[in-house]
């Protein structure tokens, strides 16, 4: 049973559109809430990250929203350019949990140029 | 900069082989974990280590297991491949405590034939 459930599966936006990937969690407990970009042929990296004291984050282009009472998150692109074109991946870890995350099914993003 | 490296980017494998995949980070990080990656499952905890000689099973250790001797080095063994374990192979690594970035491998992609 997925611990952190994702949408979509896949998406595609044309450049300069905004990408929207959602998240979804039950357990309360979590407290830390990661977006990792994989490109083709690499591992995950950290994209932006956020804790449930705060609703919103931006780094640049990309925003996490956090919606705490409905349990979601998810993060937008603005201004999405090919560059962006990867697989999305949300996770979320509980706090003495030895840092281990839960993450969701991943979402492959195709920006049209 | 963080790096974690594994021993190889392709593994062709038989059906019954034992199988080792390796790992390296270079940053003095407590927690190291063993993940694969399917298409539309996301990524799924194998095996992680808190501290060297220790260990808990992820989600998916059946069929698996894991090494870790030295602090920097976490290997992963199949003891007897079976093809329900061609997949990519993450490993990552982080600081001990919750609410941490994991820094991720390249990632092995290892079929088993």
């Known amino acids: 049973q997925q611990q952190v459930k994702q949408s979509p599966q896949s998406l595609i936006v044309q450049k300069g559109g905004i990408s929207i990937i959602n998240c979804a969690y039950e357990n309360t407990a979590f407290d830390y809430f990661p977006w990792y970009q994989q490109f083709p042929g690499k591992g995950p990296a950290l994209l932006i990250a956020i804790r449930p004291d705060v609703s919103e984050k931006k780094e640049g282009r990309f925003t996490i929203s956090f919606n705490k009472s409905a349990k979601q998150f998810s993060l937008h692109i603005m201004d999405s350019q090919p560059g962006d074109s990867a697989t999305y991946f949300c996770?979320?870890?509980?706090?003495?949990?030895?840092?281990?995350?839960?993450f969701g099914s991943g979402t492959k993003l195709n920006v049209k140029p | 900069d963080v790096k974690v490296t594994q021993s190889s980017r392709y593994l062709v494998k038989r059906t019954g082989e034992k199988v080792f995949l390796e790992c390296v980070q270079d940053m003095d990080h407590e927690n190291m974990f063993w993940y694969r990656q399917d298409p539309g499952l996301g990524l799924r905890l194998i095996y992680f280590s808190y501290d060297v000689k220790m260990k808990e099973k992820g989600d998916i250790p059946e069929g698996y297991s894991v090494s870790r001797e030295k602090k920097e080095r976490f290997s992963l063994i199949l003891e007897s491949a079976s093809t329900n374990q061609t997949s990519m192979y993450l490993c990552a690594s982080s600081p001990p405590r919750a609410g941490y970035e994991q820094y991720f491998g390249p990632g092995t992609r290892l079929t088993v034939t």
């Open positions: 996770a979320a870890s509980k706090r003495f949990n030895f840092n281990k995350f839960y």
